[in-house]
């Protein structure tokens, strides 16, 4: 079956950086697109970033732009946020998902499969 597990979560300060995992397993990881979605403390999920199913193409919401890069790695089946420049703003957890399409949406419906999550929080 489908299985997404995301890690590398954890505390850091202001500035600081982490780098999250999302390990794919159950289907063709290469053969679709991924993302990157957060929820904030009494926030809905909102969209970070999305990646072609080959790589060469990124999409990013305007809030991270700059400061976190995904990449994928087709042949280890997993997927990286890196996050540098950390914010307060960016506590939140963190999920990867499947993308139903071709290139990924900011939309929640247009992913079929989410990981458990894993909480990141940058003190101020």
């Known amino acids: 079956q489908v299985q997404l597990v995301e890690s590398g979560g954890g505390l850091v300060q202001a500035g600081g950086s982490l780098r999250l995992s999302c390990a794919a397993s159950g289907y063709t990881f290469s053969r679709y697109s991924m993302g990157w979605f957060r929820q904030a403390p009494g926030k809905g999920r909102e969209f970070v970033v999305g990646i072609k199913w080959s790589g060469e193409s990124t999409y990013y919401a305007d809030s991270v732009k700059g400061r976190l890069t995904i990449s994928r790695d087709n042949v280890k089946n997993t997927m990286y946020l890196q996050m540098n420049s950390l914010k307060a703003e960016d506590t939140a957890v963190y999920y990867c998902?499947?993308?139903?399409?071709?290139?990924?949406?900011?939309?929640?419906?247009?992913?079929?499969?989410w990981g458990q999550g894993t909480q990141v929080t940058v003190s101020s």
């Open positions: 998902a499947r993308a139903r399409t071709t290139v990924p949406t900011t939309t929640q419906r247009d992913y079929d499969y």
